[in-house]
Protein backbone atom coordinates (compact mmCIF):
# COMPACT_ATOMS: atom_id res chain seq x y z
CA UNK A 1 0.00 0.00 0.00
CA UNK A 2 1.28 3.84 -0.84
CA UNK A 3 0.36 6.23 1.09
CA UNK A 4 -3.16 8.27 0.22
CA UNK A 5 -3.02 11.48 -0.44
CA UNK A 6 -5.26 12.63 3.22
CA UNK A 7 -7.50 14.89 1.95
CA UNK A 8 -7.15 18.15 4.49
CA UNK A 9 -9.67 19.93 2.93
CA UNK A 10 -13.15 19.18 2.47
CA UNK A 11 -14.47 15.20 2.20
CA UNK A 12 -18.12 14.97 2.11
CA UNK A 13 -18.15 18.00 -1.08
CA UNK A 14 -16.67 15.35 -3.28
CA UNK A 15 -19.55 13.40 -4.05
CA UNK A 16 -22.30 15.92 -3.68
CA UNK A 17 -21.57 17.69 -7.26
CA UNK A 18 -24.35 19.51 -9.29
CA UNK A 19 -24.09 18.88 -13.18
CA UNK A 20 -24.53 21.65 -14.89
CA UNK A 21 -25.12 22.35 -18.71
CA UNK A 22 -22.16 22.81 -21.34
CA UNK A 23 -23.53 26.18 -22.38
CA UNK A 24 -23.67 27.14 -18.97
CA UNK A 25 -20.49 25.67 -17.92
CA UNK A 26 -19.01 27.74 -20.49
CA UNK A 27 -20.56 30.64 -19.86
CA UNK A 28 -19.27 30.31 -16.14
CA UNK A 29 -15.52 29.98 -17.42
CA UNK A 30 -15.73 32.36 -20.51
CA UNK A 31 -17.34 35.29 -18.84
CA UNK A 32 -14.38 35.98 -17.10
CA UNK A 33 -12.17 35.79 -20.01
CA UNK A 34 -10.43 39.20 -21.11
CA UNK A 35 -8.64 40.05 -23.67
CA UNK A 36 -4.92 39.27 -24.20
CA UNK A 37 -1.87 42.16 -23.73
CA UNK A 38 -1.72 43.89 -27.21
CA UNK A 39 2.03 43.83 -28.75
CA UNK A 40 3.62 45.02 -32.19
CA UNK A 41 5.14 41.90 -34.21
CA UNK A 42 6.74 42.27 -37.27
CA UNK A 43 4.96 40.79 -40.46
CA UNK A 44 6.97 37.71 -40.86
CA UNK A 45 5.92 36.70 -37.20
CA UNK A 46 2.36 37.83 -37.71
CA UNK A 47 1.10 34.61 -39.15
CA UNK A 48 -1.33 32.82 -37.74
CA UNK A 49 -1.74 35.56 -34.66
CA UNK A 50 -4.83 37.65 -34.20
CA UNK A 51 -5.39 40.95 -35.38
CA UNK A 52 -5.74 43.69 -32.30
CA UNK A 53 -6.78 46.60 -33.83
CA UNK A 54 -8.83 47.34 -36.92
CA UNK A 55 -7.17 48.19 -40.53
CA UNK A 56 -7.98 50.87 -42.48
CA UNK A 57 -6.79 51.37 -45.77
CA UNK A 58 -4.35 54.56 -45.50
CA UNK A 59 -4.92 55.22 -49.53
CA UNK A 60 -6.77 53.39 -52.60
CA UNK A 61 -5.74 50.30 -54.25
CA UNK A 62 -4.08 50.20 -56.63
CA UNK A 63 -2.50 53.41 -55.99
CA UNK A 64 -2.32 54.61 -59.90
CA UNK A 65 -4.35 53.99 -63.19
CA UNK A 66 -3.03 50.19 -64.02
CA UNK A 67 -2.21 48.81 -67.43
CA UNK A 68 -3.68 44.77 -67.09
CA UNK A 69 -2.09 44.14 -70.24
CA UNK A 70 1.13 43.85 -72.47
CA UNK A 71 0.23 46.35 -74.96
CA UNK A 72 -0.58 49.98 -76.16
CA UNK A 73 -2.21 52.83 -73.92
CA UNK A 74 -4.04 54.72 -75.98
CA UNK A 75 -6.77 57.47 -76.57
CA UNK A 76 -10.51 56.04 -77.46
CA UNK A 77 -11.46 58.65 -79.56
CA UNK A 78 -8.55 58.44 -81.51
CA UNK A 79 -9.77 54.79 -82.82
CA UNK A 80 -13.26 54.86 -83.27
CA UNK A 81 -13.06 54.41 -87.01
CA UNK A 82 -10.47 51.74 -86.84
CA UNK A 83 -11.23 48.25 -88.67
CA UNK A 84 -9.27 45.30 -89.95
CA UNK A 85 -10.05 46.97 -93.51
CA UNK A 86 -8.70 50.70 -92.13
CA UNK A 87 -5.92 50.27 -89.46
CA UNK A 88 -5.15 53.89 -87.63
CA UNK A 89 -1.50 54.29 -86.85
CA UNK A 90 -0.63 56.41 -84.01
CA UNK A 91 2.79 57.45 -82.97
CA UNK A 92 4.37 55.69 -79.91
CA UNK A 93 5.74 58.49 -77.49
CA UNK A 94 6.44 56.23 -74.33
CA UNK A 95 7.96 53.04 -73.51
CA UNK A 96 6.10 52.46 -69.62
CA UNK A 97 7.69 49.17 -67.83
CA UNK A 98 6.11 48.42 -64.60
CA UNK A 99 7.80 50.59 -61.47
CA UNK A 100 7.98 53.81 -64.03
CA UNK A 101 5.62 57.09 -63.93
CA UNK A 102 5.81 58.73 -67.40
CA UNK A 103 5.81 62.17 -67.42
CA UNK A 104 4.30 62.06 -70.51
CA UNK A 105 0.21 63.10 -71.45
CA UNK A 106 -0.92 61.32 -74.34
CA UNK A 107 -2.61 63.63 -76.75
CA UNK A 108 -4.30 63.45 -80.17
CA UNK A 109 -2.83 60.31 -82.35
CA UNK A 110 -0.21 59.12 -79.98
CA UNK A 111 0.14 56.28 -78.05
CA UNK A 112 2.63 54.47 -75.57
CA UNK A 113 3.92 51.48 -75.35
CA UNK A 114 3.05 49.75 -71.74
CA UNK A 115 3.63 46.64 -69.68
CA UNK A 116 0.91 44.79 -67.47
CA UNK A 117 1.42 46.10 -63.82
CA UNK A 118 2.44 49.51 -65.01
CA UNK A 119 0.93 53.11 -64.70
CA UNK A 120 -1.44 54.15 -67.36
CA UNK A 121 0.28 57.89 -68.49
CA UNK A 122 -2.02 61.33 -68.08
CA UNK A 123 -4.55 61.02 -71.29
CA UNK A 124 -4.75 57.34 -72.20
CA UNK A 125 -8.53 55.94 -71.34
CA UNK A 126 -7.86 52.32 -73.00
CA UNK A 127 -5.01 49.76 -73.14
CA UNK A 128 -4.82 47.74 -76.45
CA UNK A 129 -2.94 43.98 -76.45
CA UNK A 130 0.30 43.45 -77.44
CA UNK A 131 -1.93 40.47 -79.86
CA UNK A 132 -4.26 43.35 -81.47
CA UNK A 133 -1.94 45.37 -82.63
CA UNK A 134 0.56 45.97 -85.88
CA UNK A 135 3.99 48.00 -85.44
CA UNK A 136 6.07 49.73 -87.69
CA UNK A 137 9.06 52.17 -87.13
CA UNK A 138 10.05 54.98 -89.46
CA UNK A 139 13.13 57.16 -89.33
CA UNK A 140 13.41 56.41 -85.08
CA UNK A 141 10.17 56.96 -84.86
CA UNK A 142 7.64 53.74 -83.80
CA UNK A 143 3.93 53.32 -84.95
CA UNK A 144 1.15 51.41 -83.08
CA UNK A 145 -1.45 49.90 -86.31
CA UNK A 146 -4.71 49.79 -83.91
CA UNK A 147 -7.56 47.29 -86.13
CA UNK A 148 -10.53 47.83 -83.72
CA UNK A 149 -12.11 50.91 -81.37
CA UNK A 150 -11.44 50.09 -78.22
CA UNK A 151 -13.54 50.83 -74.86
CA UNK A 152 -13.29 52.82 -72.26
CA UNK A 153 -11.49 52.31 -69.62
CA UNK A 154 -10.36 48.42 -71.73
CA UNK A 155 -7.43 46.94 -69.85
CA UNK A 156 -7.56 49.86 -66.97
CA UNK A 157 -7.92 48.77 -63.65
CA UNK A 158 -8.84 51.88 -62.28
CA UNK A 159 -7.51 53.80 -58.94
CA UNK A 160 -9.10 52.12 -55.69
CA UNK A 161 -10.68 49.44 -57.86
CA UNK A 162 -10.31 47.08 -54.78
CA UNK A 163 -10.02 49.25 -52.16
CA UNK A 164 -11.20 52.95 -51.50
CA UNK A 165 -9.52 55.16 -48.99
CA UNK A 166 -10.24 54.78 -45.36
CA UNK A 167 -12.05 51.48 -45.91
CA UNK A 168 -11.82 48.80 -42.88
CA UNK A 169 -9.92 46.40 -44.00
CA UNK A 170 -9.60 44.05 -41.26
CA UNK A 171 -11.24 43.65 -38.43
CA UNK A 172 -9.36 43.35 -34.59
CA UNK A 173 -9.99 39.61 -34.05
CA UNK A 174 -8.80 38.21 -37.21
CA UNK A 175 -6.72 35.70 -37.20
CA UNK A 176 -4.08 36.59 -39.79
CA UNK A 177 -3.21 34.10 -42.17
CA UNK A 178 -2.21 34.19 -46.29
CA UNK A 179 -5.00 36.70 -47.03
CA UNK A 180 -4.88 39.08 -44.13
CA UNK A 181 -0.71 39.16 -44.78
CA UNK A 182 -0.51 40.23 -48.08
CA UNK A 183 -2.98 42.74 -47.12
CA UNK A 184 -1.08 44.09 -44.62
CA UNK A 185 1.92 44.19 -46.75
CA UNK A 186 0.52 46.12 -49.40
CA UNK A 187 -0.64 48.99 -47.16
CA UNK A 188 3.30 49.28 -45.55
CA UNK A 189 1.94 47.64 -42.29
CA UNK A 190 5.03 45.71 -41.42
CA UNK A 191 4.50 46.47 -37.90
CA UNK A 192 1.18 44.46 -36.96
CA UNK A 193 -0.80 44.90 -33.58
CA UNK A 194 -1.56 41.82 -32.11
CA UNK A 195 -2.95 40.42 -29.12
CA UNK A 196 -0.45 38.21 -26.86
CA UNK A 197 -0.52 34.38 -26.97
CA UNK A 198 -2.16 33.43 -23.85
CA UNK A 199 0.51 31.72 -21.83
CA UNK A 200 -0.81 28.33 -20.67
CA UNK A 201 0.94 26.25 -18.13
CA UNK A 202 0.30 22.21 -18.56
CA UNK A 203 0.71 19.50 -16.36
CA UNK A 204 -0.65 16.20 -15.97
CA UNK A 205 -1.29 14.48 -12.44
CA UNK A 206 -0.88 11.03 -11.39
CA UNK A 207 1.57 8.72 -9.75
CA UNK A 208 0.99 5.90 -13.01
CA UNK A 209 2.41 8.57 -15.13
CA UNK A 210 6.03 7.12 -16.62
CA UNK A 211 7.24 9.68 -19.02
CA UNK A 212 7.77 9.30 -22.61
CA UNK A 213 11.05 8.18 -22.47
CA UNK A 214 10.85 6.02 -19.78
CA UNK A 215 10.00 2.09 -20.06
CA UNK A 216 7.09 0.56 -19.38
CA UNK A 217 6.81 -0.57 -15.74
CA UNK A 218 3.97 -2.69 -14.30
CA UNK A 219 0.71 -0.99 -13.95
CA UNK A 220 2.14 2.80 -15.02
CA UNK A 221 1.66 4.66 -18.23
CA UNK A 222 3.38 7.07 -20.50
CA UNK A 223 2.12 10.52 -20.03
CA UNK A 224 0.11 11.18 -23.31
CA UNK A 225 -2.41 14.15 -22.23
CA UNK A 226 0.09 16.39 -21.32
CA UNK A 227 1.80 16.53 -24.90
CA UNK A 228 -1.96 16.42 -26.29
CA UNK A 229 -2.91 19.59 -24.55
CA UNK A 230 0.02 21.27 -25.35
CA UNK A 231 -0.39 20.88 -29.12
CA UNK A 232 -4.14 21.84 -28.47
CA UNK A 233 -2.91 24.69 -26.88
CA UNK A 234 -0.24 25.87 -29.87
CA UNK A 235 -3.26 25.17 -32.20
CA UNK A 236 -5.39 27.57 -30.05
CA UNK A 237 -2.99 30.01 -30.63
CA UNK A 238 -1.87 29.78 -27.57
CA UNK A 239 1.96 29.35 -25.69
CA UNK A 240 2.08 25.53 -23.78
CA UNK A 241 4.63 25.68 -21.09
CA UNK A 242 4.98 21.98 -20.13
CA UNK A 243 5.81 20.85 -16.60
CA UNK A 244 6.47 17.83 -14.99
CA UNK A 245 3.21 15.57 -13.75
CA UNK A 246 2.94 15.68 -10.49
CA UNK A 247 2.12 12.44 -8.31
CA UNK A 248 -1.06 12.31 -6.20
CA UNK A 249 0.08 14.04 -3.95
CA UNK A 250 -2.28 17.34 -2.60
CA UNK A 251 0.19 18.79 -1.30
CA UNK A 252 2.89 18.96 -4.24
CA UNK A 253 0.19 19.24 -6.42
CA UNK A 254 -0.90 22.49 -4.75
CA UNK A 255 2.96 24.06 -4.67
CA UNK A 256 3.07 23.53 -8.12
CA UNK A 257 -0.70 25.35 -8.90
CA UNK A 258 0.09 28.13 -6.46
CA UNK A 259 3.52 29.04 -8.48
CA UNK A 260 1.55 28.44 -12.03
CA UNK A 261 -1.01 30.82 -10.82
CA UNK A 262 1.69 33.14 -10.19
CA UNK A 263 2.98 33.19 -13.64
CA UNK A 264 1.04 32.06 -16.51
CA UNK A 265 -2.24 32.97 -18.08
CA UNK A 266 -4.19 29.59 -17.84
CA UNK A 267 -3.66 26.51 -15.84
CA UNK A 268 -4.91 23.55 -17.25
CA UNK A 269 -4.27 19.82 -16.01
CA UNK A 270 -5.51 16.36 -16.47
CA UNK A 271 -6.37 13.69 -13.86
CA UNK A 272 -7.36 13.11 -10.34
CA UNK A 273 -11.00 15.33 -11.49
CA UNK A 274 -13.21 12.47 -10.19
CA UNK A 275 -14.17 11.33 -6.58
CA UNK A 276 -11.51 8.58 -6.22
CA UNK A 277 -9.45 8.43 -3.29
CA UNK A 278 -6.23 9.66 -5.20
CA UNK A 279 -8.43 12.20 -7.18
CA UNK A 280 -6.79 15.36 -5.69
CA UNK A 281 -7.49 17.91 -7.97
CA UNK A 282 -11.38 17.22 -7.48
CA UNK A 283 -9.83 18.38 -3.56
CA UNK A 284 -7.65 21.14 -4.51
CA UNK A 285 -10.76 23.24 -5.92
CA UNK A 286 -12.94 22.85 -2.67
CA UNK A 287 -10.39 24.81 -0.91
CA UNK A 288 -12.05 28.23 0.49
CA UNK A 289 -9.50 30.09 -1.09
CA UNK A 290 -11.00 28.95 -4.70
CA UNK A 291 -13.95 30.10 -6.29
CA UNK A 292 -14.88 26.63 -7.99
CA UNK A 293 -16.99 27.60 -11.24
CA UNK A 294 -18.43 24.03 -12.20
CA UNK A 295 -17.01 20.33 -11.31
CA UNK A 296 -19.64 18.56 -13.11
CA UNK A 297 -20.80 18.99 -16.32
CA UNK A 298 -24.19 16.72 -18.23
CA UNK A 299 -21.85 15.84 -20.82
CA UNK A 300 -20.25 12.15 -21.67
CA UNK A 301 -16.56 12.31 -22.54
CA UNK A 302 -15.50 14.51 -19.52
CA UNK A 303 -18.57 14.96 -17.21
CA UNK A 304 -16.25 15.40 -14.14
CA UNK A 305 -14.53 18.69 -15.83
CA UNK A 306 -13.70 21.07 -13.51
CA UNK A 307 -13.18 24.63 -13.97
CA UNK A 308 -12.15 27.22 -11.08
CA UNK A 309 -10.95 30.45 -10.51
CA UNK A 310 -7.49 30.45 -8.05
CA UNK A 311 -5.58 34.34 -7.30
CA UNK A 312 -7.73 35.63 -10.07
CA UNK A 313 -7.00 33.09 -12.88
CA UNK A 314 -8.99 30.47 -14.56
CA UNK A 315 -7.89 26.76 -13.56
CA UNK A 316 -9.23 24.26 -16.00
CA UNK A 317 -8.63 20.65 -14.36
CA UNK A 318 -9.52 18.53 -17.25
CA UNK A 319 -10.42 14.61 -16.69
CA UNK A 320 -7.11 12.04 -16.45
CA UNK A 321 -9.14 9.95 -19.48
CA UNK A 322 -7.38 11.12 -22.55
CA UNK A 323 -10.76 10.73 -24.62
CA UNK A 324 -12.20 13.20 -22.05
CA UNK A 325 -9.17 15.22 -21.62
CA UNK A 326 -9.07 16.15 -25.53
CA UNK A 327 -13.17 16.96 -25.59
CA UNK A 328 -12.91 18.89 -22.16
CA UNK A 329 -10.23 21.24 -23.91
CA UNK A 330 -11.77 21.78 -27.17
CA UNK A 331 -14.94 22.96 -25.41
CA UNK A 332 -13.83 25.14 -22.15
CA UNK A 333 -10.10 25.37 -22.98
CA UNK A 334 -9.74 26.31 -26.67
CA UNK A 335 -12.63 29.02 -26.30
CA UNK A 336 -11.10 30.76 -23.21
CA UNK A 337 -7.71 31.22 -25.23
CA UNK A 338 -9.35 31.97 -28.21
CA UNK A 339 -11.58 34.83 -26.10
CA UNK A 340 -8.53 35.90 -25.17
CA UNK A 341 -7.25 36.78 -28.60
CA UNK A 342 -9.98 38.42 -29.37
CA UNK A 343 -11.54 35.69 -31.51
CA UNK A 344 -15.60 37.17 -32.58
CA UNK A 345 -16.21 33.05 -32.30
CA UNK A 346 -14.30 31.43 -29.94
CA UNK A 347 -16.03 28.04 -30.51
CA UNK A 348 -16.00 25.34 -32.32
CA UNK A 349 -17.81 25.76 -35.98
CA UNK A 350 -21.91 23.46 -35.36
CA UNK A 351 -22.07 21.87 -39.13
CA UNK A 352 -25.11 19.73 -40.15
CA UNK A 353 -24.46 16.02 -41.08
CA UNK A 354 -26.39 12.78 -42.37
CA UNK A 355 -25.34 9.87 -39.67
CA UNK A 356 -23.79 7.57 -41.66
CA UNK A 357 -24.99 4.41 -39.56
CA UNK A 358 -26.97 3.81 -36.44
CA UNK A 359 -25.64 4.98 -33.44
CA UNK A 360 -27.00 3.17 -30.18
CA UNK A 361 -24.87 4.56 -27.23
CA UNK A 362 -27.23 7.29 -25.65
CA UNK A 363 -27.73 8.12 -22.40
CA UNK A 364 -29.17 11.11 -20.37
CA UNK A 365 -25.91 13.25 -20.78
CA UNK A 366 -25.19 14.86 -24.33
CA UNK A 367 -22.36 13.35 -25.62
CA UNK A 368 -19.57 14.34 -27.88
CA UNK A 369 -18.57 11.33 -29.85
CA UNK A 370 -15.03 11.63 -32.08
CA UNK A 371 -15.79 11.25 -35.22
CA UNK A 372 -15.16 11.63 -39.07
CA UNK A 373 -16.59 13.99 -41.66
CA UNK A 374 -16.80 12.74 -45.36
CA UNK A 375 -18.46 15.30 -48.06
CA UNK A 376 -19.64 13.27 -50.97
CA UNK A 377 -22.36 14.74 -53.57
CA UNK A 378 -22.30 18.06 -51.46
CA UNK A 379 -23.88 16.46 -48.97
CA UNK A 380 -21.61 15.94 -45.50
CA UNK A 381 -21.77 12.97 -43.73
CA UNK A 382 -20.51 11.52 -40.17
CA UNK A 383 -18.99 8.43 -39.47
CA UNK A 384 -18.36 8.11 -35.26
CA UNK A 385 -15.49 5.97 -33.89
CA UNK A 386 -15.78 2.42 -33.44
CA UNK A 387 -14.08 3.08 -29.87
CA UNK A 388 -15.08 6.23 -28.34
CA UNK A 389 -14.79 5.34 -24.60
CA UNK A 390 -13.41 8.34 -22.41
CA UNK A 391 -10.70 5.85 -21.87
CA UNK A 392 -9.61 5.66 -25.26
CA UNK A 393 -6.88 7.22 -26.48
CA UNK A 394 -6.36 5.77 -30.37
CA UNK A 395 -9.25 7.36 -31.79
CA UNK A 396 -8.83 10.95 -31.08
CA UNK A 397 -6.23 11.32 -33.91
CA UNK A 398 -8.96 9.68 -36.65
CA UNK A 399 -11.46 11.93 -36.32
CA UNK A 400 -12.16 15.71 -37.30
CA UNK A 401 -15.53 16.59 -35.63
CA UNK A 402 -17.58 16.08 -32.24
CA UNK A 403 -20.78 14.66 -33.05
CA UNK A 404 -23.17 16.15 -30.61
CA UNK A 405 -25.88 13.13 -29.74
CA UNK A 406 -28.21 15.04 -27.09
CA UNK A 407 -29.66 13.12 -24.50
CA UNK A 408 -32.39 10.65 -25.76
CA UNK A 409 -34.02 7.43 -24.30
CA UNK A 410 -33.43 5.96 -28.25
CA UNK A 411 -30.74 5.21 -30.46
CA UNK A 412 -29.84 7.23 -33.34
CA UNK A 413 -30.72 6.01 -37.02
CA UNK A 414 -28.46 6.11 -40.07
CA UNK A 415 -30.15 9.30 -42.06
CA UNK A 416 -30.25 11.25 -39.28
CA UNK A 417 -29.50 14.74 -39.14
CA UNK A 418 -27.24 15.62 -37.08
CA UNK A 419 -25.11 18.39 -35.48
CA UNK A 420 -21.55 18.18 -35.28
CA UNK A 421 -18.84 20.42 -34.09
CA UNK A 422 -15.77 20.87 -36.54
CA UNK A 423 -12.32 20.41 -34.92
CA UNK A 424 -9.47 22.74 -35.98
CA UNK A 425 -6.56 20.85 -36.66
N1 LIG B 1 -16.85 5.98 -8.73
C1 LIG B 1 -16.68 6.74 -9.79
N2 LIG B 1 -15.62 6.53 -10.57
C2 LIG B 1 -15.45 7.27 -11.66
C3 LIG B 1 -16.37 8.28 -11.98
C4 LIG B 1 -17.46 8.49 -11.13
O1 LIG B 1 -18.31 9.36 -11.37
N3 LIG B 1 -17.57 7.71 -10.05
N4 LIG B 1 -16.17 9.01 -13.11
C5 LIG B 1 -15.48 8.35 -14.18
C6 LIG B 1 -15.25 9.26 -15.22
S1 LIG B 1 -16.62 9.75 -16.03
C7 LIG B 1 -14.01 9.68 -15.57
S2 LIG B 1 -13.79 10.62 -16.96
C8 LIG B 1 -12.82 9.34 -14.80
C9 LIG B 1 -12.10 10.62 -14.44
O2 LIG B 1 -10.93 10.32 -13.86
P1 LIG B 1 -9.96 11.42 -13.31
O3 LIG B 1 -10.14 12.71 -13.99
O4 LIG B 1 -10.06 11.42 -11.84
O5 LIG B 1 -8.56 10.93 -13.81
P2 LIG B 1 -7.58 9.88 -13.18
O6 LIG B 1 -8.29 9.08 -12.15
O7 LIG B 1 -6.36 10.56 -12.78
O8 LIG B 1 -7.27 8.98 -14.44
C10 LIG B 1 -8.26 8.37 -15.20
C11 LIG B 1 -7.63 7.50 -16.27
O9 LIG B 1 -6.85 8.30 -17.14
C12 LIG B 1 -5.49 7.87 -17.17
N5 LIG B 1 -4.63 9.04 -17.26
C13 LIG B 1 -4.50 9.97 -16.31
N6 LIG B 1 -3.62 10.89 -16.67
C14 LIG B 1 -3.16 10.54 -17.86
C15 LIG B 1 -2.19 11.08 -18.73
N7 LIG B 1 -1.53 12.20 -18.44
N8 LIG B 1 -1.94 10.46 -19.90
C16 LIG B 1 -2.61 9.31 -20.22
N9 LIG B 1 -3.54 8.75 -19.44
C17 LIG B 1 -3.81 9.33 -18.26
C18 LIG B 1 -5.33 7.17 -15.85
O10 LIG B 1 -4.25 6.31 -15.82
C19 LIG B 1 -6.66 6.49 -15.69
O11 LIG B 1 -6.68 5.33 -16.44
O12 LIG B 1 -13.15 8.71 -13.60
C20 LIG B 1 -14.17 7.69 -13.72
N10 LIG B 1 -14.35 7.06 -12.46
O1 LIG C 1 -15.91 12.36 -17.27
MO1 LIG C 1 -16.16 10.81 -17.92
O2 LIG C 1 -15.28 11.21 -19.34
O3 LIG C 1 -17.79 11.47 -18.45
O4 LIG C 1 -16.37 9.42 -18.88
MG1 LIG D 1 -9.62 9.42 -10.86
Given at each position: ?6 N ?19 K????L???A??E?V?IH ?5 FL??D??A ?5 F ?7 G ?6 D????S??Q ?7 D?I?C ?7 L ?5 A ?12 DA ?5 A ?10 W??I ?13 G ?14 R ?6 S???T???H??P ?9 F ?10 E??Q ?6 SN ?7 I ?8 V???V??D????R???D ?5 Y?F ?7 S ?17 M ?6 M ?24 A ?6 L ?10 G ?6 ET ?17 FVR?R ?5 G????T ?5 ES??M??I???D ?6 P??K ?14 R
Amino acid sequence: MRETSQNPYIASAKFNRKAIQVSEAQKRAHSLVGSARIEKVPIHEANGRFLAEDVFAPHPYPFFRRSGMDGYAIRCEDVEQASSNQVIWLKVIDDIPCGYASDMILTETTAARIMTGAMVPEGADAVVMLEATESRTEGGTSWVGIKRPMDQGANITPVGFEVRPDELLLRQGTRITAGELSVLATFGIHQVPVFSKPIVAVFATGTELLRVDEPLQPGKIRNSNTIMLASQIEQAGGIAVVQDSVPDDIELARQRLDQAIQEYDFIVTSGGVSVGDYDIMGDLVRRPEVDMLFNKVTMRPGSVTTAAVVQGKLLFALSGNPGACYVGFELFVRPAIRKMLGDQQPYLETWTATLRQDFNKVNNFTRFVRSRLEIEDGRVWVTPAAIDESSVMVSIKDSDCLMIVPPEQKGLQAGTQVQVLKLER
